[in-house]
């Protein structure tokens, strides 16, 4: 069973902070990984993926990848309100082309 | 305006129904998924199509079906044999695989039951 797991949190920041999302997988082999973002009762969206080990930003957002501890983080900086939402790992396991296996989320709250 | 379009957005269902929820993408995408997600939970893939009249089963197929006519569209069907149907249904699309592209959710239904 290729499992991805992620602290459920909540996790609570204040205003202007660097949140740190953090995601574990088994699959040594696994190939790409996505974060997606979903508001309460909504569909996730696509806040990065990544592929290669080291650090992707985009903004606001910092995806970092560690094969060989299998590790992917998202950090937010300058954290806002709006980013309060709950934050899905999604991985490309080794062997498939199409089929991702999606961590439980994170629920992230961002404090005014 | 390109996108997924899924409906209804709320759907309920009666005790040995069988229901179908729609999924439409004008991307030109080739490949489109169906997940489940449960409260509190991860996505689980349904079924998925990499082309026209071709699909896979998912993690958690049984209870459901598709079919994949036209590029266009690949609608999920929930049958009586789904005992445990309430949930939100996502819908995915993607062109490339997954090694350097993402997938791209439509807005999603939500089924009960009645």
């Known amino acids: 069973q290729k499992e991805v797991e992620q602290n459920s949190g909540p996790l609570s920041v204040p205003e202007g902070a660097i949140a740190s999302l953090n995601c574990t997988y088994s699959?040594?082999?696994?190939?790409?990984f996505f974060w997606y973002r979903q508001y309460s009762g909504k569909s996730p969206e696509l806040i990065m993926f990544?592929?290669?080990?080291g650090d992707k930003e985009d903004g606001r957002f910092t995806a970092q990848l560690n094969k060989a501890s299998q590790y992917v983080s998202l950090l937010i900086r300058d954290s806002q309100p709006s980013d309060s939402a709950t934050y899905l790992c999604?991985?490309?396991?080794?062997?498939?082309?199409?089929?991702?296996?999606f961590g439980s989320g994170t629920q992230l709250t961002v404090l005014p | 305006d390109g996108g997924i379009t899924q409906s209804p957005k709320y759907l309920f269902r009666k005790e040995g129904q069988n229901v179908t929820l729609s999924c439409e993408q004008n991307?030109?995408?080739?490949?489109m998924y169906w997940y489940r997600q449960d409260p509190g939970q991860g996505l689980r893939l349904i079924y998925y199509?990499?082309?026209?009249?071709?699909?896979q089963k998912g993690d958690i197929a049984e209870g459901y079906s598709v079919s994949r006519e036209k590029k266009e569209s690949f609608p999920l069907t929930v049958t009586s044999a789904q005992k445990n149907p309430t949930a939100f249904y996502l819908c995915?699309?993607?062109?490339?695989?997954?090694?350097?592209?993402?997938?791209?959710f439509g807005d999603g239904t939500r089924l009960s039951i009645l």
């Open positions: 999604a991985v490309l396991p080794s062997g498939s082309a199409r089929q991702l296996t």
């Open positions: 699959d040594r082999g696994s190939q790409s």
């Open positions: 990544i592929y290669s080990n």
């Open positions: 991307l030109n995408h080739d490949a």
């Open positions: 199509s990499q082309i026209v009249n071709d699909f």
């Open positions: 995915a699309t993607d062109s490339e695989g997954l090694l350097n592209q993402p997938q791209h």
